[in-house]
């Protein structure tokens, strides 16, 4: 009973429940109206974007890679959509589009980075200034402002005679979704095989290769779908729409457990990092602390998500806390072991 219960004491879930928990408690001694039904319930809904973004994301870090180029892609991919939708073209079905043209942009990292080889920081920071400039070649106005109240809803509308947001209810059916692919499908299985080690998911049998290449389409297109939940929310599309999230997204991915180096994280832990950034930003608004501030706490929340992470991974398995480093290649098929002495270079 005592080792269960440290086990649950030190999943990082719980830790995440404990911050939100004290986070709320500071922010209602900053306004009585921070525990108001209706506000708990909004308190997300600017942040549904963010959320849908990490979820994306997670996909791909537990694969033991990285894309920046996440909110490039939904500036790329929601230009486009309102672009076609001023020429005349059916509000959803330039939507469909604009998710073809989100998921495309992630097809283009996931060719470079899972058949050519290419590293994934490297590629994703060169197309997140490709796609953020292809967004402002599309739409070079000041942007479009006319979207129906049908689309419209689903970013910034409540559910009839409720309080209930929209939005909430897209991020929590997401949530949902991605978290039975993840947690339960022999798809999921292979993510966190290959973040763990490649070369022997390869020699497994393992397509490795596919699989990398559909984890960027999958963040492709969940940046794509985070990019008509902004539109809806904020009523319009521009080129520089969320240029200045990725921290948030980052910070959700790695807050939530996920290992910066692959093979570890959870759906539910993304979720409930997602609502501890949007409880931290909220409760500093009401403090009147500058948007700079804020990012500094987040970043610091990142820094500490880190450290943290090695510390309980050290903590559960009983040894020293090892320094961050990239895991050491599998032996591969055409080489030959000889016999050698190896030194463990974190005694």
């Not at 500071?26 to 108001?36: E, G, M």
């Not at 909220?282 to 501030?293: R, W």
Request: proline share 3%; with cysteine; glycine share 12%.
């Amino acid at each position: 009973m005592k080792s269960l219960t440290l086990r649950i004491l030190l999943r990082w879930e719980t830790l995440l429940v404990v911050a939100i928990i004290a986070v709320g408690i500071w922010s209602a001694t900053l306004s009585p109206f921070f525990l108001n039904r209706a506000n708990l319930l909004d308190l997300v809904t600017p942040y549904v974007f963010v959320g849908l973004m990490a979820f994306g994301l997670t996909f791909v870090v537990i694969t033991g890679e990285i894309d920046i180029s996440i909110c490039s892609t939904l500036a790329a991919s929601i230009v486009s959509f309102a672009q076609i939708f001023a020429a005349g073209v059916n509000v959803w079905a330039a939507a469909l589009i604009g998710l073809c043209i989100a998921g495309g942009l992630g097809l283009v990292n996931g060719l470079l980075i899972g058949v050519l080889n290419l590293p994934s920081l490297a590629v994703t920071l060169g197309t997140l200034a490709a796609y953020s400039g292809l967004a402002f070649v599309v739409l070079s106005g000041e942007g479009v402002a006319t979207f129906p109240e049908s689309f419209t809803k689903y970013g910034g509308g409540y559910l009839a005679g409720n309080e209930l947001p929209i939005a909430l209810l897209v991020l929590v059916a997401f949530a949902l979704g991605l978290g039975i692919v993840l947690h339960g499908t022999r798809f999921g299985r292979y993510l966190y095989a290959i973040g763990s080690n490649r070369e022997a998911a390869r020699l497994s049998g393992i397509p490795v290769t596919r699989v990398r290449v559909t984890v960027f389409v999958v963040s492709g297109l969940m940046a794509g779908i985070a990019g008509l939940v902004y539109v809806g929310y904020f009523g319009s599309a521009r080129a520089d729409a969320a240029s200045t999230s990725l921290l948030d997204v980052v910070t959700a991915v790695v807050l939530g457990g996920v290992g910066i180096f692959g093979g570890t994280g959870s759906m539910p832990g993304v979720l409930l990092a997602l609502i501890l950034v949007a409880e931290v930003r909220s409760g500093m608004q009401l403090a009147n602390l500058s948007g700079q501030l804020q990012n500094i706490v987040i970043g610091v929340l990142l820094l500490a998500a880190i450290v943290a992470g090695n510390l309980i991974s050290a903590a559960r398995t009983g040894s020293r806390p090892a320094r961050l480093h990239r895991r050491r290649k599998g032996v591969t098929a055409n080489a030959r072991a000889d016999a050698q002495v190896l030194v463990d270079s974190n005694p």
